[in-house]
């Protein structure tokens, strides 16, 4: 049953545990787990294990915490849903290219999401850590005709099996802490008017 997703009801039963180097952590409720990952305590290159798990397993790897199954627990409005901090501005599914820079590293990658204040990015770099100030250029592009600069702070990374190269394997969010005008403007635009849906493919 590894991997399988259960009822939200029969998950947040279950007591799951944390691995952090060679120590346990728990038990812990689903809930205590959601809002872990919420917080940036926990990410999707640790290791869990609840009783209908074989093994650990990266909580990236299960479909207990994958997007979807998130993304569903807060639309029905399940009794888990309280474990979910509400986000402070609108998200829309987004990709477009950008540069990064980290006063060391020059890297590519390009946009999963975006909001007014924050960004899901996949960049081509696995060793930037939470908390590290990023340097991005949105570039421009059929969906963003004029590039902008945004000064951004690592807030969680994911593990991911989509990759840019053999290099990268790793999803940021990221929260912008400056952004030009420019930028500002066009984060509105994407995000209370938006690109389509066919645009954004």
Same mark, same amino acid.
């Given at each position: %049953?590894?991997?399988? @997703?259960?009822?939200?009801? *029969?998950?947040?039963?279950?007591?799951?545990? @944390?691995? $952090?180097?060679? %120590?346990?952590?728990?038990?812990? =409720?689903? $809930?205590?787990?959601?809002? %872990?990952?919420?917080?940036?305590?926990?990410?999707?290159?640790?290791?869990?294990? *609840?009783?209908?798990?074989?093994?650990?397993?990266?909580?990236?790897?299960? &479909?207990?915490?994958?997007?979807?199954?998130?993304?569903? #627990?807060?639309?029905?409005? +399940?009794?888990?849903?309280?474990?979910?901090?509400? $986000? /402070?501005?609108?998200?829309?599914?987004?990709?477009?290219?950008?540069?990064?820079?980290? +006063?060391?590293?020059?890297?590519?990658?390009?946009?999963?999401? @975006?909001?007014?204040?924050?960004?899901?990015?996949?960049?081509?770099?696995?060793? #930037?850590?939470?908390?590290? /100030?990023?340097? %991005?250029?949105?570039?421009?592009? =059929?969906?963003?005709?004029?590039?902008?600069?945004?000064?951004?702070?690592?807030?969680?990374?994911?593990?991911?099996?989509? $990759?840019?190269?053999? /290099?990268?394997?790793?999803?940021?969010?990221?929260?912008? #802490?400056? @952004? &030009? +005008?420019?930028?500002?403007?066009?984060?509105?635009?994407?995000?209370?008017?938006?690109?389509?849906? =066919? =645009?954004?493919?």
């Amino acid at each position: %049953m590894s991997g399988g @997703v259960q009822s939200a009801t *029969a998950v947040n039963a279950q007591q799951w545990y @944390v691995l $952090r180097g060679e %120590m346990k952590y728990g038990p812990y =409720e689903y $809930r205590s787990l959601i809002t %872990m990952i919420q917080n940036g305590e926990l990410f999707d290159y640790n290791y869990v294990w *609840a009783p209908h798990l074989e093994n650990w397993s990266l909580v990236g790897e299960l &479909q207990d915490f994958s997007r979807d199954r998130l993304c569903r #627990l807060i639309e029905t409005k +399940d009794h888990i849903a309280g474990a979910f901090k509400d $986000r /402070k501005a609108a998200r829309v599914d987004l990709i477009t290219p950008v540069y990064a820079h980290n +006063d060391y590293n020059f890297f590519d990658g390009h946009t999963l999401s @975006v909001s007014e204040n924050g960004a899901l990015v996949l960049l081509n770099d696995p060793l #930037l850590l939470p908390s590290q /100030k990023i340097l %991005m250029h949105f570039r421009e592009s =059929e969906l963003n005709p004029l590039g902008f600069n945004v000064l951004a702070e690592i807030v969680r990374k994911n593990y991911s099996k989509q $990759r840019l190269n053999v /290099k990268s394997g790793l999803h940021y969010a990221v929260r912008f #802490l400056q @952004v &030009q +005008d420019l930028g500002k403007t066009q984060f509105i635009n994407w995000t209370r008017g938006g690109a389509s849906k =066919e =645009e954004t493919k």
